[in-house]
């Protein structure tokens, strides 16, 4: 078994930030295989964009290698889960579902928490169902696209 640190990532940082980006591309591409939807935002995000985000960051490291990370804005209400990105090489590694769980129980603890994921990403479905979130209405952001939103509520 592998071991993973889960550590702040700083995108004032380029190496960091151009891996982070790297990375989300490569997962968002797998994503849009399997909504059939190419369009995700994230995917046509420049470094520069992604960086600009008001957004917080964790990642999952082995070493010197991030393999995944998490990105969510603390700064509303319910806290939202922008984005939760695994590299393609560590898939079925848990590493979504560490990254989450770090989030949930020792950043936010007592924070409603929002999220959303394209309704035919049966991984990242199963992955909130699994840690407790619940899906409420579905949603067409554009024509083609169902997105599935869930929520976690702590009050």
Known sequence: MTEFQ???LDMADEQTAVT?????HRAYAVEAELIAFDG???????????RAQPLNWLGAVHGN???A??????????????RLCVDPEWFRQGLAGRLLTHLLNEIVPDRDIVVTTGAANDPAVALY???????????????GLTMAHFELRRH
């Open 6 to 8: 889960i550590l702040p």
């Open 20 to 24: 982070t980006h790297r990375i989300g």
């Open 40 to 50: 995700i935002p994230a995917l046509r995000e420049s470094l520069e964009e992604m």
């Open 65 to 67: 290698t991030l393999a």
């Open 69 to 82: 990370f998490i990105a969510w804005r603390e700064d509303t209400d319910p806290v939202e889960i922008d």
């Open 129 to 143: 169902k699994r840690l407790g979130f619940t899906r409420g209405e579905d949603f067409q952001p554009v024509p």
